[in-house]
T-cell receptor
């Protein structure tokens, strides 16, 4: 079955530091890949997505590239801000049923 | 746009009682709604998928008689935890999808505590 493995947190960075959160997946066929963000007290929000190999999703300074050869979708941001503090979930959707399979989530804390 | 609400945001109930959680799509019609359960420091686990006007499809290992899902309209789905026990205490999250799209819009979640 489908599975998503993402690096365990928590991750603590200083403002303006570089961020990488690793995500690898196992799936049959050609899944779509997502990063969701959950700010404190709020629901999950779609941060970015990629639907085919070599696609790069980007939003709010975050980027992730769909790497089929390494089955990875690592999240990066060049300069994090305090407001980026949240839990980040990597997820995939495979097949026609649109079900999402999530990683365990990575808590990011950015200190001023 | 694409806002999903849940009510209540938190609830405490006694063991053996039932509790209903509502999920509403506020500004769109949701063809499909999903219910997830999230344990502390764990991922979201899909419990069931529901389509308006039809029976929900439950994931393996989820007791359909315990977790009753009703999707009565294109903007409302409900999850009823029947005869709740302390092990049912968890964070329950719903999401809604529009038409034939893979993008899901998530509610803020409901914290259930069973005493």
């Amino acid at each position: 079955g489908n599975s998503v493995t993402q690096m365990e947190g928590p991750v603590t960075l200083s403002e303006e530091a570089f961020l990488t959160i690793n995500c690898t997946y196992t799936a049959t066929g050609y899944p779509s890949l997502f990063w969701y963000v959950q700010y404190p007290g709020e629901g999950l929000q779609l941060l970015l997505k990629a639907t085919k190999a070599d696609d790069k999703g980007s939003n709010k300074g975050f980027e992730a590239t769909y790497r089929k050869e390494t089955t990875s979708f690592h999240l990066e941001k060049g300069s994090v801000q305090v407001s980026d503090s949240a839990v980040y979930f990597c997820a995939l959707s495979g097949g026609s049923n649109y079900k999402l399979t999530f990683g365990k989530g990575t808590l990011l804390t950015v200190n001023p | 746009g694409a806002v999903v609400s849940q009510h209540p945001s938190w609830v405490i109930c006694k063991s053996g009682t039932s509790v209903k959680i509502e999920c509403r799509s506020l500004d769109f019609q949701a063809t499909t709604m999903f219910w997830y359960r999230q344990f502390p420091k764990q991922s979201l686990m899909l419990m069931a998928t529901s389509n308006e006007g039809s029976k929900a499809t439950y994931e393996q290992g989820v007791e359909k008689d315990k977790f009753l899902i009703n999707h009565a309209s294109l903007t409302l789905s409900t999850l009823t935890v029947t005869s709740a026990h302390p092990e049912d205490s968890s964070f329950y999250i719903c999401s809604a999808a529009i038409g034939t799209t893979y993008e899901q819009y998530f509610g803020p979640g409901t914290r259930l505590t069973v005493t």
